[in-house]
RNA sequence: GCGCCUGUAGCUCAGCUAGGACAGAGCAUCGGAUUUCUAAUCCGACGGCCGGGGGUUCGAAUCCCUCCAGGCGCGCCA
């Protein structure tokens, strides 16, 4: 199968095959605005290689191109380059054939057919407040699903949850001195995190010397609880449970809200009983050895035995300085030993051909000694760290254990409120309100994401993360409503029939077809780079587009009845377009705002 | 100290993977458009030594070096 725009760059590609030149598709482009033309070849390349003035060799090679058979009108030699004009009516022509076989399915590929990618994201930590630092994780990974499915992928989207480690050593110690049952009940998240940030504030207080009383510091006894639970002590064992229990529910509602799915959700402790077999088999293979730890590395802490050891993987022969730690001197597991448990887990159960790890950049360093050591252990399914940059506020990056945080709930609130302002002086009911609400307010948390490239670090902004209006989710969805408006009032319950031959079109519509076909490609792209942006930008100018085509082109009074019907299905094709493309990026549409 | 990322208009960002045609948007500001397919819209204006310097090249926002600024990371946290 393939799309418009990608024959069309091949029609180009022959035509300069048959006169012994080679062409790589990418080097042929969308033409820069006001140059009269579509697609543009620069071929300085070309002309360094056969040593030749590129103005003059753009002229020879148009001297002697024929467009018979193509889909374009025209080729001109501009400076060093070559420009392709399309025949408007044979782009529409190949344009409505891609689209009218499959409107639902337009877009699609089956390039990742018998293909499977594992995508771990969102993978909130249990016993902590969903917070706007995991918002980029799970709409970043929700939109990859989308669009890997879209290209024929097997996709499993996995939710790593953190329900193991330390940390509930930390939370279980906590409880034990200052925990209280009714208030647990009554509001289970922020006495979780009451205890947590108590946890720290007093640890800190202890400092590195001072021992508390009983002999042991606060940080000893939370590792001594970590150690229960791994051992499965049934105290700990089932006090944590009721901790996973009530997280889990706090999070399927944000989940709810935000629309977001997971075909399986494996939180770390799926794996705890895998963890000894994951050391054993990295020191049987002699990847991993036993080591004395580093003394600097133990710090000031009071129960060090000489006899202790780590389990390490050194990776100096990779490059990394700095080995991977799978067990500690008490015998408990890290993070890696549990990753690297999941990873094994995932490629027995689902053989995939590639494992994302959608988490902050921050985590960078971690995922080179990761995917060395997956390497190390014999797997070739490469684990590729798709990172972005981390969401501080405008007081320094968010912290959990300080209580700098913003709640995701409090933000998806606040978006649908400001949503909800905006539509209340429509003709609609209650319940219809309520629904757009909700989808432009989570649109606008989304799109603010989704719309610029994930490596860059975010300063939290209120004003910038629920904008409705410019570039924004709202302006895209308003541009759907508008085709919807149009199909509505056209007076027929069919979708509009493709049109047979199109009148001559307009400056207006021309870009709408150019962006239709440009669609397919803006999938592609993302996929390729991991950017969903990629998508979004394209929608954007869609949207853009068609705005301006609304404003100026009647539809419904069109002056012939051929160009009337022929500009409905163009209507039906901008909104099929816009309606797929928000979907893929996780966002809905409405059929009013 | 070492490593990675970022620096483009007053603000927020595209463009950098594979170097090419005068660097594009949105917000903000100012001016205009509505008895019309809903103005969450459209049109126009204003606004940029693409962080600084050097290099490669016919050509650099894009590649290389260097400096500056900010962020992140660097053995028993996740």
């Known amino acids: 199968m393939s799309y418009a725009l990608a024959r069309a760059r091949g029609q180009i590609l022959s035509l300069l095959t048959s006169q012994n030149l080679e062409l790589a598709e990418s080097e042929i482009r969308e033409a820069a605005p006001g140059h009269e033309a579509d697609l543009a070849v620069p071929l300085f390349r070309l002309a360094r290689e056969l040593s ?39 782009l529409c022509q190949e344009v409505v054939s891609d ?62 949850l953190g329900d193991w480690g330390t940390q509930f050593g930390k939370l279980l110690c906590a409880y034990e001195l200052w925990g209280s049952e009714a208030e647990l009940n009554r509001n289970p998240t922020s006495h979780l995190l009451e205890l947590y940030v108590r946890f720290h504030q007093e640890a800190d207080a202890e400092g590195g010397t001072r021992k508390a009383e009983g002999g042991m510091s606060l940080e000893a006894r939370a590792r001594e609880w970590f150690r229960r639970l791994e051992q499965g002590d049934p105290a700990a064992r089932s006090r944590w449970e009721q901790f996973v229990a009530l997280s889990t529910r706090e999070f399927n509602r944000i989940y709810e809200l935000l629309g977001v799915r997971f075909d399986v959700t ?48 050194p990776l100096d022969e990779q490059g990394i300085a700095v080995p991977l730690i799978l067990q500690k001197s008490d015998g408990t597991s890290l993070y890696a030993t549990r990753e690297l448990a999941t990873a094994e887990y995932r ?72 949503a909800a302002a905006v539509v209340t002086d429509r003709e609609l009911s209650a319940e219809e309100k309520a629904e757009i609400s909700r989808k432009v307010g989570i649109g606008a948390i989304k799109y603010a994401d989704l719309s610029q490239s994930r490596i860059k670090e975010v300063v939290f902004d209120w004003d910038r993360m629920l904008s409705l209006d410019g570039d924004s989710a ?80 009647p539809v419904l009074r069109a002056e012939t009845p051929q160009l009337r019907s022929a500009r409905l299905y163009l209507v039906e094709m901008v909104g099929t377009v816009l309606r797929l493309g928000l979907g893929l990026l996780g966002i809905e549409v409405a059929e009013r705002m």
């Not at 085709?483 to 509505?488: K, N």
Request: proline share 6%; glycine share 6%.
């Open 52 to 90: 030749q003035d590129p103005a003059l060799l753009a002229r020879s090679i148009v001297s002697q191109l024929s467009l018979e058979g193509t889909m374009f009108a025209s080729v001109r030699a501009e400076g060093g380059y070559l420009n392709f004009r399309f025949r408007p009516e044979a």
């Open 99 to 160: 689209f009218s076989r499959n409107p639902e399915g337009y877009g699609r590929s089956e390039v990742g057919r018998g293909r499977t990618i594992v995508i771990d994201f969102s993978s909130p930590n249990i016993a902590k407040p969903f917070s706007v630092g995991h918002l980029r994780s799970t709409i970043i990974g929700q939109a990859l699903h989308n669009i890997f499915s879209w290209l024929g992928y097997r996709v499993i989207g996995d939710n790593h």
């Open 266 to 313: 494996l939180g770390e402790s799926f794996y705890s009983d895998r963890l000894e077999g994951v050391v054993r088999r990295a020191l049987e293979r002699g990847v991993a050895r036993r080591e004395k730890p580093l003394a600097a590395a133990r710090g000031s802490d009071e129960d060090v035995r000489p006899d202790e050891t780590v389990v390490l993987i």
């Open 347 to 418: 490629i027995e159960t689902w053989h995939p051909e590639r494992i994302l790890y959608v988490v902050g950049k921050e985590q960078e360093f971690y995922f080179r000694q990761f995917s060395a050591a997956m390497k190390l252990l014999g797997h070739d399914v490469p684990c590729i760290h798709v990172s972005f940059g981390l969401i501080r506020l405008p007081q320094g990056r968010i912290s959990t254990r300080q209580g700098r945080v913003i709640l995701l709930e409090d933000v998806i609130n606040e978006a649908i409120s400001r």
């Open 474 to 553: 709202p302006y895209l969805q308003y541009a759907y409503t508008r085709t919807r408006a149009i199909l509505r009032k056209a007076g027929t319950t069919q979708p509009p029939a493709p049109p047979t031959a199109w009148p001559q079109l307009t400056s207006e519509e021309l870009p709408l077809l150019k962006h239709i076909a440009a669609f397919p490609d803006s999938i592609v792209a993302a996929a390729e780079s991991y950017e969903p942006h990629r998508i979004a930008n394209r929608l954007y100018r869609l949207a853009q587009d068609f705005s301006l085509f609304y404003d100026r082109v």
